[in-house]
């Protein structure tokens, strides 16, 4: 189980004869599931490459306030906005004492004054350096500001001397900073959702569609990400931004939903069909756009056209009928007979749940920032309070989470 699933850790690695072991820690960290990015000190680079750090983090170091590039793909506030975590390892004397005083005379330090997120530091020194009392009152300075600790170690150091100040194991760093973020309810597992309306064309300028509008389907792929899950997310055309660290497909119609759909549903462990797929679809669409037929003389009725439908893959029951199908959580949208048209879907469709929402309710209907829905599975029906559909995503992803890892204990 990776716990640092989806996790953003920006290393900051200082001067120092330990900035070798940055290397190690990078790969340790993303082994754990973590994305790191690094930013170096200029005295960092004197130790260790920042082509080694590249090579091994995938993505370019940042070194300098002042960057015109990095500036133009991302700034040190955006930078800083991204971390879930600034890890400093090394953390030298000098790197500790500017962050006690709050200075920002470089970039790894600016970065820590706009972190939101927490700050850990791993300090690396000489031991007469890290008893130094100028160092312990700015290290309690910063315990009382809610700079964390990893360490330091004691045992013999670079210089032959032989004490407290060596940077702590990387393993144990690695372990520290797991124990940051608590194993979260869907770590290790993939969540397929599928969100959104789809079209079907009639013509090159006109479709069936629904007034579905995606909302519901994102808030979920946002708290799955929360949840530790890795997200792959199904859209159908909305106009909403892509959730931060979640996998999107873009599709149109439902014949397109249906193959990105059975193409990667063998990686996920749970499926969520959010998505507002239309039942039926045009025989055939026009080439080109279909144009009114017009009498010489003055109509006398409304003109008609005939629209022949086929039925569109059903493609949850698709997803059903795999010899080994994942959790799969439904979605029914009703304006009447809510409960009793949900438990038949979800019993007809062989689902492990299903949401039930009243599409009727202006308050919680299409287009609205609210939800209030009813979980149903096969023993239990579980209603939930009108809230935002963030807040009932949140809750919609602790009653799947409970019930997979119910059904795992009792294997």
Known sequence: MKNLQNKHILLGVTGGIAAYKGAELIRRLQDEGAEVRVVMTRAATEFITPLTMQALSG????????DTETESVMGHIELARWADLVLVAPASANFLAGLRQGRGDDLLTTLCLAATCPIAVAPAMNQAMWGNVAT???CAGLRRNGVIFFGPDEGLQACGETGQGRLLDVAHIVTHTCALFPSELLTGKTVMITAGPTREAI???RYISNHSSGKQGYALAEAAVEAGARVLLISGPVTLPVPDRVTVINVVSADE??????DNVAECDIFIGVAAVADFKP???AEQKIKKQHDAEPLTEPLTMTLTLVENPDIIASVAALPTPPFLVGFAAETENLLAYASDKLNRKGLDLIVANDVADSRIGFNSDNNGTTIISKDKVIPLAVASKRQVSVQIIQVIADLINTRELSK
């Open 283 to 285: 025989v055939a669409a």
């Open 59 to 66: 993505f370019p170091v940042s070194l300098d306030l002042l």
């Open 257 to 262: 939903m249906y193959a990105a759909v059975m």
């Open 136 to 138: 312990q009152e700015n």
């Open 203 to 205: 013509d090159p300028v």
